[in-house]
């Protein structure tokens, strides 16, 4: 049973230890992950859509009023990929409050998640530090070709 263990215990480290290295190797973080939405609120013209990245993959979801419209998945480049990481990492994003919302409860609502802290809010509300990482995901978002 002592064996069984010890063997299980070096099974592990050995496949951690291999996963650390294609982590170094690649340079890409894939247990980071954010995810941002952004509503239409009761306009009919404005965009909807759902983008989220984890590591360097990126989940996109055009919903409506965007020139790209369905699910699309893509990669991003190594240095975009640190460039986010780098920007939410500094971010302190645990301290923004829950919510941000004004008294027009019809304009659109953001939702920007990152490590288990959502915050919801309006663009008017908002602090700019929290625009600024909204705006480094909504680069990401897919253009008409």
Known sequence: MK???IITLLLVLIVS???SKNLMKSGIDDTFEVAYSKSKGRSKSKP???ISLKGNKVTYNGLANMDVMGEKTFEISKSQ???IQSAFEGSN???FEELYRGNKRDLP???LTYRGHEVRYQ???APENLKKLAAILEELVPKKK
């Open 17 to 19: 230890i291999s996963c």
């Open 3 to 5: 064996i069984a263990i």
């Open 109 to 111: 609502m953001m939702r």
């Open 123 to 125: 663009e008017r509300e």
């Open 81 to 83: 990929f640190k460039a």
């Open 48 to 50: 909807q859509y759902d």
């Open 93 to 95: 994003f645990t301290t």
